[in-house]
């Protein structure tokens, strides 16, 4: 095993694996998201609150974004 000059082991960088919860934000948007899809409809925000952070936790807690859009090179 490698040390470093003070004699500590390396430090191993976290694989891409690691499950992150969604932060508020992200919840926040998929709400909106909810909101839109019933064209503004009424509704209750809390459920659509709660909704969007079990879909997002159900994806193992990775955020479903639509990717951004390319632009066209003038």
């Known amino acids: 095993m490698a040390t470093t000059k003070n004699g500590s082991s390396p430090k191993v960088a976290k694989s891409g694996t690691a499950r992150k919860s969604p932060g508020p934000e992200d919840i926040a948007l998929r709400a909106y998201q909810i909101y839109l899809e ?3 409809a009424p509704g209750n925000s809390f ?3 709660t909704r969007a952070e079990r879909e997002l936790l159900a994806t193992n807690g990775k955020p479903r974004r639509k990717p ?7």
């Open 47 to 49: 459920d659509d609150w």
């Open 68 to 74: 951004a859009a390319k632009s066209k090179a003038a």
């Open 38 to 40: 019933r064209n503004g």
